[in-house]
């Protein structure tokens, strides 16, 4: 559901040089890592996602500028601002996910739990498809 999205706290070490964020399994990765991904380079107004994928967990990391993460499942809708100090946010398997509101130079790194091969097939694209996948009857 919805509300088992949860943001998680990056530890930040900050010194002269600039600022080290560090994941680490034991305690930020809250599952073995089989892919990785980099969003860059998204147009003023554009989105990302606007699917579900119904295998895939995933940990969505703001590493530069901002963005609004928009969740669903059948009963109701988040949204969760993201910015390289806000941390990153942790979305499971079979929820609608949206990326949007990019600022400029936005750069996201998402985490997933899957291998891509194993999952491209439980990749959902039609919002009536996924209602219907979560038990809900569309009436047209």
Do not use: K
Not at 24 to 30: A, C, D, G, T
Not at 101 to 119: H, K, S
């Amino acid at each position: 559901t919805v509300g088992d999205c949860r943001l998680i706290t990056l530890p930040q070490h900050a010194d002269t040089r600039g600022n080290l964020t560090v994941l680490e399994r034991v305690s930020e990765l809250p599952f073995d890592v089989r892919r990785a991904f980099v969003i860059t380079n998204v147009p003023s107004g554009g989105s990302r996602g606007q699917h579900a994928n119904m295998l895939t967990s995933e940990l969505i990391v703001c590493a530069a500028g901002a963005l609004t993460v928009r969740v669903e499942d059948e009963h109701s809708s988040r949204s969760v601002p993201l910015s390289a100090a806000s941390g990153a946010l942790l979305v499971p398997a079979t929820l609608w996910v949206e990326l949007r509101d990019f600022a400029p130079g936005t750069v996201i790194v998402v985490f997933a739990d899957t291998d891509y091969r194993d999952a491209r097939h439980h990749y959902v694209r039609d919002r009536a498809r996924w209602l219907e996948a979560r038990g809900v009857t569309c009436v047209a």
